[in-house]
């Protein structure tokens, strides 16, 4: 299928790129191939498809048609080569590092992650033999001051969830490229409207697609896109990708598909393996939320300064943690990294703590409790009473969760009924 090349404006391929008229039907929107398997030419077609010497669908594991236009247009967005679509975010990261990484590996991570990407490497991860340093990225000089020849990559999110925080990528590609391990930039709170890594020198992204890609808290999906530029066989480090793969023949990776051979290799092997297939109807689902990426975001940042102004000045609210206003300690990297905003999700704190969060979302109208962000709702969540309700007091306030905070994903309502939602159930705390 064509892809309009990165000459068309990001918002005109957020509609187009991936995607063309269906040749058999004519069918305008990118119809939902809901199919298992696929048929073959003849016997010679179907080993040459198995053995990866021909493109082409076989079984939906490995591909599907509707799920291809989605994986071309978000490596289209984001300026990479290629990209591989999956169940859900925190399936991308699994297979993401799975190429990576062998037993006794490990990677540095940011501290400031989502909190179940903290829990997936933690625990899931440890059970494969994948150790995580996980390192306070604000300072760059603690992860240049960590690294060692057994670190396989470097994990980051370009805005954290939910405290908003924005690291310097520049220099933390920079470490990473000197090392020769790929930074893995997990861009879900930004996506690409807001932030590039690619153009910052980050080497692979990952994407909750379920937030702001979908957009409209319909469906759960996972991507994973390369740039494609990464020297697998600049060190002995990767041998996934730079030596031969025995279930494929002897093939080798990196040399065999260049550019797209990480793509390749999480596509026929991580993914063939481990199973976490999109499906195509969610997959529709996406397409159809990136035709409005760019309006949706142009909103959810006005909206969200607009809040946060608001309550900045309350007199119930003791602070708010916004890179998009002046006072936030992140608000010149913001200005540098994400011109056109920072997004819609971050935290505040209210004087009277615990009760008073308690009473805020207990009167609460148009905002729901849900634990999701990336919705065109307003959406709201009492970390401590919820989310982190299990963690000791100071593992709370650790994770930024502490008895004042109320994380907010601002949505596409009108700004004015938001902040008189809010007002109203101030007013209660
Ligand atoms: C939600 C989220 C994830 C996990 O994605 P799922 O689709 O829920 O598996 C990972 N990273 C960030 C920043 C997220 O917000």
New binding site residues.
Partial sequence: MATPKNNYKFETRTIHAGAAPDPSTGARNTPIYQTTAYTFDSTDHAASLFNLQNFGFIYSRLGNPTVSVLEERVANLENGRAAVACA??????LLALHPLMEPGDRIIASQN??G??ITQFNHAFKKFGWGVDFVDATNVKNISKLIKPNHKCIFI?SL??PSGIILDIEKIARIANNAKIPLIV?N??ASPYLFKPFNWGADII??????FIGGHGNS???IVVENGKFDWFASDKYPSMSKPTESYHGLIFAETFGDFGYSMKIRADSLRDIGSALSPSNAFYFINGLETLHLRMERHCSNALKVSKFLEKHKKVSWVSYAGLESSKYNKLAKKFMKKGVGPVFTFGLKNGYEAGKKLINNIKIFSHVA???DTRSLILHPASTTHNQLSDSQKNKAGAGPEVIRLSIGIEHHQDLIKDLRTALSFV
């Fill in positions: 859900s975010g925190h399936s991308a990261q992650l989502y179940g990407s999110e954290s969830n997990d879900t709170m990952t994407h909750s697609l379920t937030k759960m999906g996972g999701n962000v990336g």
